[in-house]
């Protein structure tokens, strides 16, 4: 998918939400990116294969 220098990370890669966004639908909570993901708001992903990542919100120590 991913035609530009350099290419984005692959969905199965560690840092996949590193790649680029190519459609943004911010007033429905979503974003594709070049590698074929959608992030959602909540920071949930669907990937290519139609697996999904729940959300993983960073937390913050007490």
């Known amino acids: ?3 530009h ?3 984005c990370p692959t969905p199965d890669a560690v840092d ?3 790649a680029r966004t190519v459609a943004s639908h ?5 974003s594709l990116l070049c590698n074929g993901i959608v992030v959602f708001e909540d920071t949930g992903e669907l990937l290519p ?3 999904s990542i729940d959300p993983h ?3 913050t120590a007490a």
Not at 26 to 30: A, D, F, K, L, V
Request: hydrophobic share 15%; with cysteine; aromatic share 4%.
């Open 49 to 51: 294969d139609g697996r």
């Open 1 to 3: 998918m991913c035609t």
């Open 5 to 7: 220098e350099p290419h």
């Open 16 to 18: 996949r939400e590193a």
């Open 26 to 30: 911010p007033e429905q909570g979503w």
């Open 57 to 59: 919100r960073p937390t």
